[in-house]
């Protein structure tokens, strides 16, 4: 069993990255407090499942790739900061909505396209395969017992499946939905902007 201890700085290294804000937390944080826990748990899932398909692509050494291939990196960043600019807008544009109150009611597709969208938003930030790769480089052993990467890309999920559920659970409580109500055109107006420099950063960013 001791052979698995050095999954442990990993793991607390990918808690302390999605536990810090940013695209993911925004959308499910305006998702529970606008629609509904069940739509937030929706995307928690789809952001959950890109974490683990970017520990799949730090494990099979993608990243190196992306490295090498300039152009493939670059093309890969201005999709995922086009995509963020394009949730700042939307998020902008729904100040002026009026509230839903289906809140209690969720269609199997509006929540399966929730999930559709956590998943992009999640994938749509390439450099956090670079972060999967450095928490390898620091953390990996030169020998690996059996079923590392598994176990490694199973606790990716479980770990931002449980916080962005938790985030979920908080912001969609009656309490935080009337706050919500009560300021939604700042906080989309928030939102939005915070959404929009996090997609800039991304198109302009070096590296």
């Not at 600019?85 to 969720?106: D, F, G, I, V």
């Not at 939604?184 to 107006?189: M, R």
């Amino acid at each position: 069993m001791h052979d698995y201890f050095f999954l442990l700085p990993i793991l607390l290294f990918l808690l302390l990255g999605v536990m810090s804000p940013g695209p993911s937390f925004i959308f499910v944080a305006k998702t529970a407090m606008a629609q509904s826990r069940q739509h937030a748990i929706a995307a928690a899932i789809g952001l959950s499942t890109g974490a683990a398909l970017f520990a799949i692509i730090a494990a099979l050494g993608l990243f190196v790739i992306l490295n090498h291939i300039p152009w493939l990196f670059i093309g890969i960043k201005m999709l995922g900061g086009g995509y963020l600019c394009y949730l700042a807008y939307k998020m902008w544009q729904s100040r002026h909505e009026p509230m839903s109150h289906s809140n209690t009611t969720s269609s199997s597709t509006s929540l399966l396209k929730m999930f559709f969208l956590g998943l992009l938003t999640q994938l749509s930030n390439p450099k956090t395969a670079i972060i999967f790769a450095s928490a390898f480089a620091a953390f990996l052993p030169n020998t690996l017992p059996d079923y590392s990467y598994s176990l490694i890309t199973l606790s990716a999920f479980i770990i931002d499946c449980t916080w962005y559920i938790l985030v979920a659970a908080l912001l969609s409580t009656p309490s935080a939905q009337h706050t919500f109500q009560t300021f939604k055109h700042q906080i989309c107006q928030a939102a939005g902007a915070m959404m929009g420099f996090m997609g800039i950063k991304l198109l302009t960013s070096h590296s």
